[in-house]
């Protein structure tokens, strides 16, 4: 029985995974130049898999297979690669095909494509649009980056706020072929274009006719800025549980809508962002990326840590006495200031992630510093009693465990507190918290650690 559960567990953990031999047929078909078979291990695929299995494969077989692919990658592929692979695929692709693939997206996809194509691909990809479809994606693009307005979408369907739901479905019904691919709300506009409500499309369908549409409209409504950040449209999407929201200009007037499959793709993004930044690997790094690049994001990061390393070691070089002397700090030194290091790095990790969501503010800091400190003084006096009898056991002197026990107290208190106060003043001096956090609260516990330990060393054991 624990057998059949185990092997439930792993067909569940593995329930969306690739077959693990399309990999190697894909690879088999590219190699023999076998179109037929390339076509065929595609056809069934969903365009994420697509995108997945682009990103899998090395940069000789992506080229290889693009260039063998008859059928050709489609719009909602590209729409799927992740930012930087999507820029490589775009490369590889003739100019026909990027336009044939645009074609059949929606305005915020090809916004989305031609922040990552060059200037001679994105002249393609405008000329391949109709003009009406073209004016809406320039529009979009004359708003500023990363902003609700680069997000929307420019297809809405929006009715006058006087109709009754009789005229609503009839007007959509009328609109066959014209409206968006996917919409979940009918948004209501005032003569001068200004959202007032919208109405969800279940409850349209399933109220009377002469109903008025400004009877039923749902409480959710809540109109976005054109100019918003879009991880401030991903966190009201979070926190205020909505599907769709309408996008307004500085006049208030509609102008497109942001769906949730848009504000969950920031919000992934966001959390992808602060994963790699507090890494120190550079926010847009990918398995997809090569040796130099790779290279070139996550240089300055370990640049950084040599310079607060050296930092570290000057503190250590004024206490060359009490090491000469006493060899067993040198052994033991290491572990105070890990140990620092990693509560610091548990303390940055929540604070980082409470501020990106708004759960830690000014109401409530105390209150967490405090929790933060009470946690580092009871883990502190817990791991002193250990270090004191290890020290007393290993090296049998009781006054080095009372040395190492008291600068565990000292580094993992600090360490609890520059866990939360260093995000929490960069994010008061408009400095991303998860891009620079690290570093300060790494460099601050390694200095306290180190100067507790060896400068109580220096006063009671020399």
Same mark, same amino acid.
């Given at each position: 029985?624990?057998?059949?559960?185990?092997?439930?567990?792993?067909?569940? $953990?593995?329930?969306?995974?690739?077959?693990?031999?399309?990999?190697?047929?894909?690879?088999?078909?590219?190699?023999?130049?076998?179109?037929?078979?390339?076509?065929?291990?595609?056809?069934?695929?969903?365009?994420a898999?697509?995108?997945?299995?682009?990103?899998?494969?090395?940069?000789?077989e992506r080229?290889?297979?693009l260039?063998?692919?008859?059928? !050709?990658?489609?719009?909602?592929?590209?729409?799927?690669?992740e930012?930087?692979?999507?820029? =490589?695929?775009? %490369?590889?692709? +003739?100019?026909?095909?990027?336009?044939?693939? /645009?074609?059949?997206?929606?305005?915020?996809?090809?916004?989305?494509?031609l922040? %990552?194509?060059?200037?001679?691909?994105?002249?393609?990809?405008?000329?391949?649009?109709?003009?009406?479809?073209?004016?809406?994606?320039?529009?979009?693009?004359?708003? +500023?980056?990363?902003?609700? !307005?680069?997000l929307?979408?420019?297809?809405?369907v929006?009715v006058? @706020?006087?109709?009754?739901?009789?005229?609503?479905?009839?007007?959509?019904?009328?609109?066959?072929?014209?409206?968006?691919?996917?919409f979940?709300?009918?948004i209501?506009?005032?003569p001068r274009? =200004?959202?007032?409500?919208?109405?969800?499309? !279940?409850?349209?369908?399933?109220?009377?006719?002469g109903?008025?549409?400004?009877?039923?409209?749902e409480?959710?409504?809540? +109109?976005?800025?054109a100019?918003?950040?879009? @991880?401030e449209?991903?966190?009201a999407?979070?926190?205020?549980?909505?599907?769709?929201?309408?996008?307004? %200009?500085?006049?208030?007037?509609?102008?497109? *809508?942001?769906?949730?499959?848009?504000?969950?793709?920031?919000?992934?993004?966001?959390?992808?962002?602060?994963?790699?930044?507090?890494?120190?690997?550079?926010?847009?790094?990918?398995?997809?990326?090569?040796?130099?690049?790779?290279?070139?994001?996550?240089?300055?990061?370990?640049?950084?840590?040599l &310079?607060?390393?050296?930092?570290?070691?000057?503190?250590?070089?004024?206490?060359?006495?009490a090491?000469?002397?006493? &060899?067993?700090?040198?052994v033991?030194?290491?572990? *105070?200031?890990s140990?620092?290091?990693?509560?610091?790095?548990?303390s940055?990790?929540?604070?980082?992630?409470?501020?990106?969501?708004?759960?830690l503010?000014?109401?409530?800091? #105390? $209150?967490?510093?405090?929790?933060?400190?009470?946690? !580092?003084?009871?883990n502190?006096?817990?791991?002193?009693?250990?270090?004191?009898i290890?020290?007393?056991?290993?090296?049998?002197?009781? #006054?080095?465990? &009372?040395?190492?026990?008291?600068?565990m107290?000292?580094?993992?208190? /600090?360490?609890?507190?520059?866990g939360?106060?260093? +995000?929490? &003043?960069?994010? $008061?001096l408009r400095?991303?918290?998860?891009?620079a956090?690290?570093?300060?609260?790494t460099?601050?516990?390694?200095?306290?650690?180190?100067?507790?330990?060896?400068?109580?060393?220096a006063?009671?054991?020399?």
């Amino acid at each position: 029985m624990a057998l059949d559960v185990e092997e439930i567990a792993e067909d569940a $953990r593995d329930a969306y995974a690739l077959d693990k031999s399309l990999r190697a047929h894909l690879r088999e078909a590219i190699e023999t130049h076998d179109v037929a078979a390339i076509d065929a291990l595609m056809e069934p695929l969903h365009p994420a898999d697509i995108a997945d299995l682009l990103e899998q494969v090395s940069s000789a077989e992506r080229e290889a297979w693009l260039t063998h692919w008859s059928s !050709g990658i489609d719009g909602e592929v590209l729409s799927e690669l992740e930012e930087g692979l999507r820029e =490589k695929v775009l %490369d590889l692709l +003739p100019d026909a095909q990027i336009a044939v693939a /645009v074609r059949e997206l929606d305005s915020d996809d090809v916004v989305d494509l031609l922040e %990552d194509a060059d200037e001679a691909q994105a002249e393609v990809i405008l000329d391949a649009l109709e003009p009406a479809d073209r004016a809406a994606v320039e529009a979009a693009m004359s708003y +500023p980056e990363d902003t609700a !307005g680069r997000l929307m979408q420019r297809e809405i369907v929006a009715v006058p @706020e006087h109709w009754t739901v009789g005229e609503a479905i009839d007007y959509i019904r009328g609109q066959a072929g014209k409206l968006p691919e996917e919409f979940y709300h009918v948004i209501l506009t005032d003569p001068r274009m =200004k959202p007032t409500g919208y109405v969800m499309l !279940g409850r349209l369908l399933a109220t009377v006719r002469g109903v008025k549409l400004t009877d039923i409209t749902e409480d959710s409504f809540r +109109p976005i800025p054109a100019t918003q950040p879009e @991880e401030e449209v991903a966190y009201a999407f979070n926190q205020y549980h909505l599907i769709s929201a309408p996008v307004v %200009d500085d006049d208030g007037r509609l102008v497109g *809508v942001i769906t949730i499959d848009d504000a969950m793709i920031v919000l992934d993004m966001e959390a992808e962002e602060d994963i790699l930044r507090l890494a120190g690997v550079g926010e847009e790094s990918s398995l997809s990326d090569g040796i130099i690049e790779t290279t070139k994001q996550r240089f300055p990061w370990l640049f950084v840590n040599l &310079v607060t390393s050296i930092i570290a070691s000057l503190v250590i070089a004024q206490f060359e006495v009490a090491l000469a002397t006493i &060899v067993a700090l040198a052994v033991l030194m290491p572990i *105070v200031a890990s140990m620092g290091g990693n509560a610091g790095t548990q303390s940055l990790t929540v604070a980082v992630r409470a501020i990106a969501t708004k759960d830690l503010t000014a109401s409530n800091l #105390m $209150r967490v510093v405090t929790r933060e400190a009470g946690v !580092g003084l009871i883990n502190g006096a817990i791991f002193a009693v250990v270090m004191g009898i290890v020290g007393v056991v290993w090296f049998g002197t009781p #006054m080095l465990g &009372v040395v190492i026990g008291a600068a565990m107290i000292i580094n993992l208190l /600090v360490a609890g507190l520059a866990g939360i106060l260093v +995000p929490v &003043v960069l994010d $008061r001096l408009r400095i991303d918290p998860a891009l620079a956090s690290g570093a300060f609260v790494t460099t601050v516990t390694d200095i306290v650690g180190f100067f507790s330990f060896l400068g109580l060393a220096a006063l009671l054991l020399l």
